[in-house]
């Protein structure tokens, strides 16, 4: 047997890891920026800024589907200048009065079953790691996307270079240690990424 084989059925570490978009969460990094970007606003601009980013759901599926850190990259962009202590005060309204209730049970008591067996549970996530925050005390490790301030304490609306991955690459992944050992191919229980998001139906089933 060698090396990498004695590794992976060794049973004494085992790691759940998980991804956040319609895995544990039914929702996206879309529909979070549109709930920030309309939570002051009256009924009437909500809808239209709802109608004019339901106009570019074709677009931004095809970006997504070309390179996910590209769109990302792109689609981020669109916090720039916005207060990062505010955002991260309303991201405990957003979880608790909207991504909560979109939350599969399911998927959280897997997650809390393996916490229960003493396995280390991993999210591994685009989204950015204010608007999930809320959700650490079920993981022992999240990898998000972290956005950059300026010198006021204003999102530049640039990704932290440290976790973008090259253009074909998995986007916020994590390599584990190289001592980290599995008990069988199963006990990574790894959910990839489906296909963007139908922001449409998200957006229509809220505001229209």
């Known amino acids: 047997m060698d090396r990498t084989t004695s590794s992976i059925l060794n049973d004494e570490f085992k790691v759940a890891a998980f991804d956040l978009e319609n895995t544990v969460i039914a929702s ?4 979070a920026y549109a709930w920030f970007a309309t939570k002051d606003l009256p009924l009437g601009k909500k809808a239209l800024f709802s109608l004019a980013l339901m106009a570019e759901g ?31 005060e309303d991201a405990n309204e957003l979880f608790n009065s909207y991504l909560l209730k979109k939350a599969f ?4 008591e897997r997650i809390r079953h393996h916490r229960r067996l003493g396995h280390k549970t991993i999210l591994i996530t685009g989204a950015l790691d204010f608007v999930i925050a809320p959700l650490a005390p079920l993981f022992d490790d999240i990898v998000a996307c972290t956005m950059t301030t300026d010198s006021r304490g204003r999102l530049t609306g640039n990704l ?3 976790h973008l991955p090259g253009k074909r690459e998995p ?7 190289i001592n980290t050992r599995y008990p069988s191919p199963n006990a990574l229980h790894m959910r990839t990424r489906h296909p963007i998001f139908q922001c449409w139906r998200l957006l229509a089933s809220r505001w229209l």
């Open 105 to 108: 049970p399911r998927a959280i």
């Open 58 to 88: 074709p677009s931004l599926i095809a970006s997504d589907r070309s390179d996910r850190g590209d769109f990302l990259r792109n689609f981020y962009r669109r916090y720039s200048k916005a207060e990062a202590a505010h955002l991260s």
């Open 171 to 177: 986007f916020c992944s994590e390599t584990l240690p």
């Open 28 to 31: 996206n990094v879309v529909d």
């Open 160 to 162: 932290d270079q440290t």
